[in-house]
């Protein structure tokens, strides 16, 4: 029996974990180390944890690499980034097919080269068929951007006033099909969303952490697992009525 006081109802392990990866800058201005040394830092620190979620059966990760807003970087840093972006597409993709791992980049990919938009398709193909774990990358991303995708979407078909609802509208965003996000985290010591999935994010439980992204490892995931293990997720119920349920 459990006591009132003890949480329930989260279940053990999250199906889809997302996260704002910040603080590369930080790492490397401590370091006085140019920036682009934390974003490459930061690739490492993705890969352990790419592999960590995988090994704790976590089934989705989504990671904020590029927001639409971080075009108002300084060009030097931004051309650093899609380089490095490209890079990572070339290097990383054959190692996430074999390991069983689907790969999908969410956001304008317009605003991208042609090349890095080959690059996306080609991985996407190559993995489409992977079930361990589907990792998503949102790029040019803004939680903004794709609300308003998915009402042009319905626009477009033609849809009116009565058919527009929830349900509609979710099978139009980036991530449909996909479990929301049962836990967020963002490193870097800011507490907020940055236009990261503004509508999916309605029931996320939160984590903030101090930690830079460059120093994330598997302990610190297990951190925020272990804060995510002790919420009791209510979706609007009262806790008696959760707890009776669970
Ligand atoms: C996150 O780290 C990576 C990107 C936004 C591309 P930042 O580059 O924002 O690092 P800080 O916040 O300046 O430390
Ligand atoms: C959010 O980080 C976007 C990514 C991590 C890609 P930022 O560092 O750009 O966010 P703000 O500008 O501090 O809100
Ligand atoms: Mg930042």
């Given at each position: 029996m459990?006591?009132?006081s003890?949480?329930v109802?989260?279940?053990?392990?999250?199906r889809h974990?997302?996260i704002i990866?910040d603080?590369?800058g930080?790492?490397?201005?401590?370091?006085?180390?140019?920036?682009?040394a934390?974003?490459?830092?930061?690739?490492?620190?993705?890969?352990?944890v790419?592999?960590?979620?995988a090994e704790?059966?976590?089934?989705?990760l989504?990671v904020?690499?590029?927001?639409?807003?971080?075009?108002r970087?300084?060009?030097e840093e931004?051309t650093?980034?899609?380089?490095?972006?490209m890079?990572?597409?070339?290097?990383?993709?054959?190692?996430l097919?074999?390991?069983?791992?689907?790969?999908r980049?969410?956001?304008d990919?317009g605003g991208f080269?042609?090349?890095?938009?080959d690059?996306?398709?080609?991985?996407?193909?190559l993995t489409?068929?992977?079930?361990r774990?589907t990792?998503?990358v949102?790029?040019?991303?803004?939680?903004?951007?794709?609300?308003?995708q998915a009402v042009?979407t319905?626009i477009?078909?033609g849809?009116?006033?009565?058919?527009?609802?929830?349900a509609?509208?979710?099978?139009?965003?980036s991530?449909?099909?996909?479990?929301?996000?049962?836990?967020f985290?963002?490193?870097g010591?800011e507490q907020r969303?940055?236009?990261?999935l503004?509508?999916?994010?309605a029931?996320a439980?939160?984590?903030?952490t101090?930690a830079?992204?460059?120093d994330f490892?598997?302990a610190?995931?297990d951190?925020a697992l272990?804060?995510?293990?002790?919420r009791?997720r209510?979706f609007g119920?009262?806790?008696?009525q959760?707890?009776?349920?669970?």
């Open positions: 459990s006591s009132p003890k949480p109802a989260s279940a053990e392990i999250p974990v997302a990866m603080g590369n930080r790492w490397a201005r401590r370091r006085l180390l140019p920036r682009v934390g974003h490459r830092k930061g690739v490492e620190a993705l890969r352990g790419i592999r960590a979620c704790r059966g976590i089934s989705h989504t904020f690499a590029f927001s639409s807003e971080n075009w970087r300084p060009q931004v650093l980034l899609m380089e490095l972006f890079r990572a597409l070339e290097n990383e993709v054959a190692k097919h074999e390991n069983g791992i689907r790969f980049v969410i956001g990919l080269s042609e090349r890095i938009q690059l996306i398709r080609d991985a996407e193909a489409r068929d992977n079930t774990l990792f998503t949102a790029a040019n991303y803004g939680g903004r951007w794709d609300i308003v042009r319905l477009a078909e849809a009116c006033a009565a058919d527009v609802d929830e509609a509208l979710a099978k139009r965003l991530m449909t099909g996909e479990p929301e996000p049962d836990l985290i963002r490193t010591g969303i940055s236009n990261f503004l509508w999916q994010l029931y439980e939160l984590y903030f101090d830079l992204w460059p490892d598997a610190a995931l951190a272990a804060s995510y293990r002790k009791e209510r119920r009262t806790s008696e959760v707890q009776s349920a669970g």
